[in-house]
C-alpha cells in the first residue's frame, strides 16, 4: 500500500479561524486590508499576519476588533475544539469500517505508518481472520480520500512500533494544544506510557470512545430509550422507523438502566437475529460495547453463555464477522479480564472454542482476579477431555500457574479425580 502523508506543521486552526472571520468581514463591508489596520492601531504586516493565522492579536487589538466589527468577542475567539484521533492496529484489524465512523465524528484521522506496516504483515501472514480484515483495511484506507485522513510519517522514534505510534499523538498533541488528540487503542499497555503529562492526549478504548462521542453528538435519552424498547419487543419495524426519522438522535449503544444491557445485547439475548443483522448495520454501532451488569461481558461473550450451542456458534459468527473482537475481556473487577474462550471452555462448548481459537483468541490469558486459563476452566467444569485436548493441540500452556492456589492445569486434574484428564496432560509432554 503506497499512501503519502502529510506534515503535522500546522498553524494553529484557532488562529485561522479568527482570521478568516476578519477576512469575511473586510469582504463583505468593502474595506481594504491597509485602512482596516489604521483602524485597529496596527501595521498592515501585523494585520496581514493575524488574518493568515500566524500571529495572534493583543487584547487591546481583539477588543477593538470587537467593536468595530460588531462581533461579540466571545464568538470571536470562540472555535469549536477539534477533535483528532490516532488509530492504533487492533481497531482497524478487529473492525475495519471503524474508519468511517471515526471521519465521520472526528476532525482529523491519523493512521500512523507502523499501522499500515502492520496492516500488510497481517495480510500476509496472520490467521484468516487477520488476513480477511486487513484487505479491508487496506481497500477502505485507499478508497477513503478526505482532507481529514492522514497516513503519517512523522516518527523517527526508535523503538517498537507501539513507542512510534504514541510519539506522533504526543507530538500532535503538542503542536495542537488547543484541541484533543485521541489515540484510540484496544491495548492496555498504553495506558502504562510515559504521556509527558499532556493534558490535551487521552488514551481510550473503543468503550470510552462510544461514550466520550455519544455525549459530544447530544443524543436524546428518551428517544434512546424508546429505541431500547423496541429492540426489546422484537419490533423490527418500529426500530427501523425510529432510526429513520430520529437517528442522528439515537444513541445506538446507550445501557438500559433497568436491565444493564446495550441493544445489541439485548437482542441477543432474545435470540432475534433479524434484530442483531439491523443494528449491525447501523454506522455507529459499537459491536464490543459491555453491558452494565455484574461481570461488564461484551456481546460475544454472551453468545458463549448461550444454553443452545447451535444458536450460540451462529450468533458468534455474526458478530465476528462484524467485526466483534474475540479477546475482548469482562471489565468487572470482581472476574476482570474473564475472556470469550474460559467462558466457553467453562461450559463445554467445544465448537465454540474452535471458533475462537480459529479467530485468534488468546490461549494462554490469564483472568486477572484467579489467574485462571481457558484450559483450567475446561478442567474444572467438564468430564469431557475434547477441549483440553483441543487447547492442548492449539498452544495452551499446562504449566502456567493460576494466582491464588499456585497450581497448573494438571494439578487441578488430580484435584478433580480425573485420570483421563491426567494421562492427557502428562502425555502432552511425554511424562510418564
Same mark, same amino acid.
Given at each position: 500500500? &503506497?499512501?503519502?502523508?502529510?506534515?503535522?506543521?500546522?498553524?494553529?486552526?484557532?488562529?485561522?479561524?479568527?482570521?478568516?472571520?476578519?477576512?469575511?468581514?473586510?469582504?463583505?463591508?468593502?474595506?481594504?486590508?491597509?485602512?482596516?489596520?489604521?483602524?485597529?492601531? =496596527?501595521?498592515?504586516?501585523?494585520?496581514?499576519?493575524?488574518?493568515?493565522?500566524? &500571529?495572534?492579536?493583543?487584547?487591546?487589538?481583539?477588543?477593538?476588533?470587537?467593536?468595530?466589527?460588531?462581533?461579540?468577542?466571545?464568538?470571536?475567539?470562540?472555535?469549536?475544539?477539534?477533535?483528532?484521533?490516532?488509530?492504533?492496529?487492533?481497531?482497524?484489524?478487529?473492525?475495519?469500517?471503524?474508519?468511517?465512523?471515526?471521519?465521520?465524528?472526528?476532525?482529523?484521522? @491519523?493512521?500512523?505508518?507502523?499501522?499500515?506496516? /502492520?496492516?500488510?504483515?497481517?495480510?500476509?501472514?496472520?490467521?484468516?481472520?487477520?488476513?480477511?480484515?486487513?484487505?479491508?483495511?487496506?481497500?477502505?484506507?485507499?478508497?477513503?480520500?478526505?482532507?481529514?485522513?492522514? =497516513?503519517?510519517?512523522?516518527?523517527?522514534?526508535?523503538?517498537?512500533?507501539?513507542?512510534?505510534?504514541?510519539?506522533?499523538?504526543?507530538?500532535?498533541?503538542? &503542536?495542537?494544544?488547543?484541541?484533543?488528540?485521541?489515540?484510540?487503542?484496544?491495548?492496555?499497555?498504553?495506558?502504562?506510557?510515559?504521556?509527558?503529562?499532556?493534558?490535551?492526549?487521552?488514551?481510550?478504548?473503543?468503550?470510552?470512545?462510544?461514550?466520550?462521542?455519544?455525549?459530544?453528538?447530544?443524543?436524546?435519552?428518551?428517544?434512546?430509550?424508546?429505541?431500547?424498547? *423496541?429492540?426489546?419487543?422484537?419490533?423490527?419495524?418500529?426500530?427501523?422507523?425510529?432510526?429513520?426519522?430520529?437517528?442522528?438522535?439515537?444513541?445506538?449503544?446507550?445501557?438500559?438502566?433497568?436491565?444493564?444491557?446495550?441493544?445489541?445485547?439485548?437482542?441477543?439475548?432474545?435470540?432475534?437475529?433479524?434484530?442483531?443483522? @439491523?443494528?449491525?448495520?447501523?454506522?455507529? =454501532?459499537?459491536?464490543?460495547?459491555?453491558?452494565?451488569?455484574?461481570?461488564?461481558?461484551?456481546?460475544?461473550?454472551?453468545?458463549?453463555?448461550?444454553?443452545?450451542?447451535?444458536?450460540?456458534?451462529?450468533?458468534?459468527?455474526?458478530?465476528?464477522?462484524?467485526?466483534?473482537?474475540?479477546?475482548?475481556?469482562?471489565?468487572? /473487577?470482581?472476574?476482570?479480564?474473564?475472556?470469550?474462550?474460559?467462558?466457553?471452555?467453562?461450559?463445554?462448548?467445544?465448537?465454540?472454542?474452535?471458533?475462537?481459537?480459529?479467530?485468534? *483468541?488468546?490461549?494462554?490469558? &490469564?483472568?486477572?482476579?484467579?489467574?485462571?486459563? *481457558?484450559?483450567?476452566?475446561?478442567?474444572?467444569?467438564?468430564?469431557?477431555?475434547?477441549?483440553?485436548?483441543?487447547?492442548?493441540?492449539?498452544?495452551?500452556?499446562?504449566? =502456567?500457574?493460576?494466582?491464588?492456589?499456585?497450581?497448573?492445569?494438571?494439578?487441578?486434574?488430580?484435584?478433580?479425580?480425573?485420570?483421563?484428564?491426567?494421562?492427557?496432560?502428562?502425555?502432552?509432554?511425554?511424562?510418564?
Amino acid at each position: 500500500m &503506497q499512501i503519502g502523508g502529510k506534515g503535522m506543521n500546522t498553524p494553529d486552526q484557532r488562529l485561522i479561524a479568527l482570521g478568516q472571520k476578519i477576512i469575511n468581514y473586510r469582504d463583505d463591508a468593502g474595506i481594504k486590508q491597509d485602512a482596516f489596520a489604521k483602524e485597529l492601531g =496596527i501595521s498592515r504586516t501585523t494585520l496581514s499576519f493575524i488574518e493568515n493565522g500566524s &500571529q495572534a492579536p493583543s487584547f487591546d487589538v481583539l477588543v477593538k476588533l470587537a467593536q468595530i466589527t460588531n462581533i461579540n468577542i466571545n464568538e470571536l475567539i470562540d472555535v469549536k475544539n477539534k477533535n483528532i484521533v490516532v488509530v492504533d492496529t487492533n481497531i482497524l484489524l478487529n473492525r475495519p469500517e471503524m474508519l468511517g465512523v471515526l471521519l465521520k465524528d472526528c476532525d482529523l484521522v @491519523y493512521i500512523p505508518i507502523p499501522v499500515i506496516e /502492520e496492516l500488510n504483515y497481517q495480510k500476509d501472514h496472520g490467521r484468516e481472520k487477520e488476513r480477511r480484515n486487513a484487505s479491508l483495511c487496506e481497500d477502505i484506507i485507499s478508497k477513503k480520500k478526505s482532507d481529514k485522513l492522514d =497516513i503519517h510519517t512523522n516518527s523517527d522514534f526508535d523503538g517498537s512500533n507501539d513507542d512510534k505510534i504514541l510519539d506522533i499523538a504526543i507530538k500532535l498533541a503538542e &503542536q495542537e494544544s488547543a484541541n484533543t488528540v485521541y489515540l484510540l487503542t484496544n491495548d492496555k499497555d498504553f495506558s502504562l506510557k510515559n504521556t509527558k503529562g499532556l493534558v490535551n492526549l487521552k488514551i481510550i478504548g473503543s468503550n470510552q470512545y462510544s461514550k466520550i462521542f455519544a455525549e459530544k453528538d447530544g443524543f436524546n435519552e428518551a428517544l434512546s430509550q424508546r429505541f431500547f424498547v *423496541a429492540v426489546l419487543k422484537r419490533d423490527l419495524e418500529s426500530a427501523k422507523e425510529l432510526i429513520k426519522k430520529k437517528g442522528k438522535s439515537i444513541n445506538v449503544n446507550a445501557i438500559d438502566s433497568r436491565s444493564g444491557y446495550t441493544p445489541l445485547i439485548q437482542a441477543l439475548i432474545n435470540k432475534d437475529e433479524a434484530m442483531v443483522n @439491523y443494528l449491525l448495520s447501523l454506522d455507529r =454501532i459499537d459491536v464490543n460495547a459491555v453491558d452494565h451488569k455484574k461481570h461488564y461481558l461484551p456481546p460475544i461473550s454472551h453468545t458463549m453463555q448461550m444454553q443452545n450451542e447451535r444458536d450460540a456458534e451462529k450468533f458468534a459468527n455474526i458478530l465476528i464477522q462484524n467485526g466483534a473482537n474475540v479477546n475482548e475481556p469482562s471489565q468487572s /473487577e470482581t472476574n476482570l479480564f474473564n475472556m470469550p474462550l474460559m467462558i466457553a471452555a467453562w461450559h463445554g462448548h467445544l465448537n465454540l472454542v474452535k471458533l475462537l481459537v480459529e479467530n485468534g *483468541a488468546y490461549v494462554n490469558q &490469564q483472568d486477572k482476579k484467579n489467574g485462571f486459563t *481457558a484450559l483450567m476452566k475446561a478442567i474444572f467444569n467438564k468430564e469431557d477431555v475434547s477441549i483440553v485436548e483441543y487447547l492442548l493441540q492449539h498452544g495452551a500452556d499446562k504449566n =502456567i500457574l493460576s494466582f491464588l492456589d499456585r497450581k497448573t492445569a494438571l494439578d487441578y486434574a488430580y484435584d478433580k479425580g480425573n485420570r483421563k484428564l491426567i494421562d492427557l496432560l502428562k502425555e502432552s509432554d511425554g511424562n510418564d
